[in-house]
């Protein structure tokens, strides 16, 4: 129960990092042409297929979660492997997003529009990252043959972390992505 309320901390202070950037990312768009390099600069068609990767990774863990709380640990252990590489996907889509741009001569100084896409993009891939670090540690621990009782909450609690990312990304591809096609 204590390692829950833990990560609830953790969210709670991290919700508080993010909505701080996302509140100056709208601050600088309103008094800057956001919204025209970022449709012009940004693949929203490639990313959404990224994004839906990240989805379907809160949907993979939770089938993993569920066959844990059922005792199958077959299945736990392919839904977490599943939930891993779908994370990798969402990375993967990010880096190839970050290289494009830079190939663009588009970096983080070049203007408030750079800083704040990549800071905010940035903050959300190192909070994937941290995540995906815990789901394999997880793995790990479920193959060498813990959580054999099913009684413990780590699963969990990884858990709402991880959908606590995803929920983030929906915010943050919301702002970045979707929202300069209708300002």
């Known amino acids: 129960m204590e390692n829950k309320l833990m990560i609830k901390l953790v969210i709670a202070t991290e919700a508080i990092l993010f909505v701080s950037l996302m509140i100056a990312y709208v601050y600088f ?3 800057s042409n956001f919204g025209s390099q970022s449709k012009s600069l940004l693949n929203i068609k490639e990313e959404s297929l990224f994004t839906l990767a990240l989805f379907l990774s809160s949907f993979t863990l939770h089938l993993a ?3 844990y709380r059922k ?3 077959k299945n736990l252990k392919i839904w977490m492997i599943v939930t891993v590489l779908l994370g990798l ?3 993967s889509g990010q880096a190839i997003e970050y290289k494009n741009l830079l190939a663009a001569n588009f970096t983080i100084s070049n203007d408030m529009f750079g800083t704040n896409y990549f800071t905010l993009t940035g903050f959300h891939a190192f909070h994937v990252i941290l995540g995906l670090i815990m789901l394999c540690i997880l793995i790990y621990l ?3 043959g813990n959580f054999r009782d099913h009684k413990s909450t780590v699963i969990e609690t990884i858990g709402l972390y991880w959908h606590f990312v995803d929920v983030v990304w929906v915010f943050v591809f ?3 992505y979707v929202s300069p096609y209708f300002f």
Request: charged residues 15%; positive net charge.
């Open 89 to 91: 996907t969402f990375l």
């Open 71 to 73: 005792g199958n640990y």
């Open 174 to 176: 919301t702002l970045i």
């Open 65 to 67: 979660e569920r066959n």
């Open 29 to 31: 768009a309103l008094n």
């Open 142 to 144: 479920i193959f060498k």
